[in-house]
C-alpha cells in the first residue's frame, strides 16, 4: 500500500502544488492513502500511523526538511516492523538538494517514478541520539569557531565558520572570515562543482565526532537537531529510496552502489 | 548530493595529526602530521607542508614533504617542492629549482620494488639560473 504524508501547506502556492501531485498520483493509477500534516498531526505522527497501518511503501511529499522528518522517523522505528519499509519522495522545493541526488526533474518526473517502484539503497547519516537524515547536517557560525573533528584515525582543530556532513560522511568546512565567497564554493561543490578554493577542506569518514570550543548547534535543513559536541555515524545502504528508471540504470551499472531491486519484477 | 568519487582536501590553514587514508586522491593545501596514502594520487601543494611517509600511484610535490615517499608510478617535485626523505618510485621527475635530501631507489616497471638504481644523495637543489633547461627529467633505466 502507497501511503502518502504530505507536507502541512504553508501557502497558496503550496497547496497548488499538492492538488498537482494528487492529480498526477490519480492520472498514474497510485494514489493510495493520503494524509496531511497539520498543527494537530505532525509529518512524524503521520508516518507512523502508516507503518502501523501496515504500509510498507511511505512517500514524503514537501520540502526536504518534511523528507528527512519522515525518513528519521521511518528509520527510528523500523527496527521493530519485521519488514521493509521503500521510502519514495516527491520533493517540492525547487532548490531541493533530494531532488538534485536522485535526479528528478520535477514533481510529474517523481510521480512517474514511484508508479515503477525501482529502489535502491542509499546511505544515512546518523546524528547520535538525535536523527537520521538524507540531505546533510550542518553547522553554521557568524564568527570562526574552534572545531575539533575527529574521524577514523585522524583529527583536525580548526576554527572553521561552516561544516556541512552529507548522509555518506563526505563533509567539508571553510572558515568564512572576509565573505560568503569560500561557502558559495563549499555549497557549488555540493551541487556538483568544482571545488578549487584552496580553504575549503573535504574529508571522508565512516565516524565523526565534532567538538566545538564553545556550543554549537547542528541543523539538518535549518531546523537545529542537537547541539556539539557530537556524533555522526554513516549508516551504509540504509534506506531504500524508490529512483526513476534512468537511475536505476546507472545504479546497476555501479557495482559500489549496487542493491538495487526492482519490486514490479 | 554529489555521488561520484570526491578527493579528500586538506585546506589551507588546516593542520591534521593523524592518518590520513583514502581510496581517491588526495590534495594537501595545509599541513599534516602523519601518514598519507591514497590507493590513487597525493598532490602536495605550493604551501602544504606534509611530515610523515606519502604514498600512492603518482605524487606529485609542490610544497614541503618531510618523510618517506613511495610512488608506485610516478613521483614529480616540482620547482618549488622540498623533499627531505628517501623516495622510491618507478619514474621521477625533479624540476629545476625542487629541492631533495634523501636516497633515492628506482622500482621495475613491475612495481616488484625491485631496486635498478640506488643513489645517496645529500642534497640536490636545481635553479633555474644553473641550468639552462627549465626542467631536469630523470627517466627509469631500461
Known sequence: ????????????????????????????????????????????????????KGANTIIAVGSDRHINNVVSLIKTVERGLNRDVVVGVVPLDGTSAMRERLRLSGVLEACEALKKRQYTALDLGYIESASYFITSAEIHTSTPVEITLRADRWEVINHITDLVVFSDLSFSFYNNLASKKGFHKLTSWLWGGEASENQVSIFHARTLQITGSVVLPVTVEGEVVTKTPTVIYRMPKALKVIIKRDRFVDEQANKDEGQTTNMLS | MKEEEVSTIVGSGVHLTGTLKDQSDIVVHGSVEGEVSSEQNVIVGDNAKVKGPVTAQTVSVSGEVKGTIT????????????????????????????????????????????????????????????????????????
Do not use: C, W
Request: glycine share 8%; charged share 35%; aromatic share 4%.
Open chain 1, 1 to 52: 500500500m502507497y501511503y502518502y504524508v504530505f507536507e502541512q501547506p504553508k501557502t497558496s502556492a503550496d497547496r497548488k502544488a499538492h492538488t498537482k501531485v494528487k492529480e498526477h498520483l490519480e492520472d498514474l493509477g497510485i494514489m493510495g492513502e493520503i494524509s496531511t500534516a497539520s498543527p494537530a498531526r505532525t509529518a512524524e505522527e503521520l508516518a507512523d500511523m502508516g507503518l502501523k
Open chain 2, 71 to 142: 610512488a608506485h608510478d610516478k613521483l614529480e617535485i616540482h620547482p618549488s617542492g622540498q623533499v627531505d626523505g628517501n623516495i622510491k618510485t618507478k619514474d621521477l621527475i625533479i624540476h629545476s629549482g625542487a629541492r631533495f635530501t634523501g636516497k633515492s631507489e628506482m622500482m621495475t616497471s613491475g612495481g616488484s620494488g625491485e631496486t635498478v638504481l640506488e643513489e645517496e644523495s645529500p642534497e640536490i637543489e636545481k635553479s633555474a639560473e644553473e641550468e639552462d633547461k627549465t626542467d631536469i627529467e630523470i627517466e627509469d633505466e631500461k
